[in-house]
Structures are given as C-alpha cells and as structure tokens.
C-alpha cells in the first residue's frame, strides 16, 4: 500500500536530488502537483527563514542552500513521520546547525516523528528521545535516553585507579576532558565506585563500546 503510506510520510536522503536546472518556483510547482498534502504558502513561509529565493536556480545554490531548500520542501508537506538519511552530510558547522534549527522550530510539534539515521551522532545527540544503533545490519541497541541513562554508567577516575577500574571489566576503557573513563553496563561495582565520578556516557562512547571488535589472535605459523 505505497501510496497510502507515502501520504504519511516524506523522505530527506543524504544526496540532495533536486534538478539543478530547475528554479526553485518551479520545483514548489512541482511538490504541489505531485503531494496532496503539500502547502505552497508554507514552502514559502520555510524559505522565508533562509537565504534561498524562488527565482534563485538549484545550480548556483551552495550545497548547505540546496540543504535548506531541500528541508523547506519537505517540511511543507503535512505527515506524521519525516526520515532524514544523513541530512548534513558534507556541510560545514553553520550550516548544520541551521538545518536542525529549523527542523525542531518548523516542523517537530509534538504529534510528529522524525527518524534520522546519520554517522554523525554526537551533532544530533541532544535533539533525541531514543536511539537504535546498528553494526554492519546488527540491531545492538534500541533504547530511549532516559533508559540510557539509567542503564549505561561512565566512571572518570584518576589514572593511579587504572588498573582496579580495568579489573572489573568494563565494557570500553577510554578518556574524558584528559581523565581516564570506564563505561559499565548498569551500575559501576562497589569496589571502583569510590574511585571516581561519575560522567554521562556520550552516543559515540556508548557506540565504539557496543560495537568493539576483538582483537585478532595471532596465528601459529604451521609447521613444515
């Protein structure tokens, strides 16, 4: 039933497809004729808040302008669920944060859901109610950030306790503002709790533990 669900749903993907040839009046023709759910006024009403003028050509935009277009037609179609591939992929830091900006302020309300999936966790971080990660097609987490919280604990401890954090098990070993962190699964052990402080476990610490290859064992060279 794709066309049903289609009404429902629109669709950002990391390569922006906009016609280069096109102006941008024309592309918000073309979203008109092709989503019943789609709002002129409102295109233009998002395009308001960016540089992007609708005789402006898709051609001489920057990539971050093509970004922010790209979001204004999307956003100006009614659905309840909105899927962001890699959205800012290649955009330097300003244009990042606008495009997030104006995603939360034009169209999260409260009834709608967005789905992101993007390499680029830590610039998303604070913008998210759940998180599900995957390693090479493997579901390894699929958890809301207040579970994660409670869940995962993250010790900063002076380099002398070291070897006792190290002792028991941690499921990643690694550096926060230059002090030695251990992340646990729940709850440090009582015998290194006292060690240290306690810190938030970032998406991307909490990823490299969930997802930590082992080590390959050297192999034996055959005898002759």
């Known amino acids: ?3 049903r669900l289609l009404t429902s749903l629109c669709y950002i993907p990391d390569v922006a497809v906009l016609p280069s040839w096109a102006r941008v009046s024309e592309l918000i023709r073309l979203m008109a004729g092709l989503q019943p759910r789609f709002s002129t006024e409102r295109a233009r009403q998002l395009l308001r808040r960016t540089s992007v003028g609708e005789n402006d050509k898709v051609k001489h935009l920057s990539k971050g302008m093509v970004t922010q277009l790209h979001l204004a037609l999307v956003a ?3 659905a309840k669920l909105m899927i962001l ?5 290649g955009l330097d830091v300003m244009s990042r944060k ?3 900006e104006m995603l939360i302020d034009e169209w999260c309300d409260g009834e ?12 998303v971080e604070s913008l998210l109610s759940d ?15 207040a579970e994660m919280d409670e869940r995962f604990v993250a010790l900063s401890h002076d380099p002398e306790a070291a070897e006792a954090v190290a002792a028991n098990h941690p499921l990643l070993r690694y550096r926060v503002q230059g002090r030695p962190a251990a992340l646990f699964d729940g709850v440090a052990p009582d015998t290194v709790a006292h060690l240290g402080q306690r810190v938030r476990p970032s998406l991307v610490d ?3 533990a969930l997802t930590r290859k082992p080590e390959i064992q050297a192999r ?5």
Do not use: C, K, N, W
Not at 220 to 224: K, N, Q, V
């Open 85 to 89: 591939d890699e959205p800012t992929l």
């Open 76 to 78: 100006a179609i009614d």
């Open 98 to 100: 606008s495009f997030y």
């Open 206 to 208: 909490l990823f490299m």
């Open 1 to 3: 039933d794709r066309a």
């Open 112 to 123: 709608r859901s967005v789905l992101i999936s993007t390499h680029q966790v830590e610039e």
């Open 220 to 224: 034996t060279p055959e005898s002759a």
């Open 131 to 145: 998180v599900i990660m995957l390693d090479e097609g493997r579901l390894v987490l699929d958890i809301s950030l």
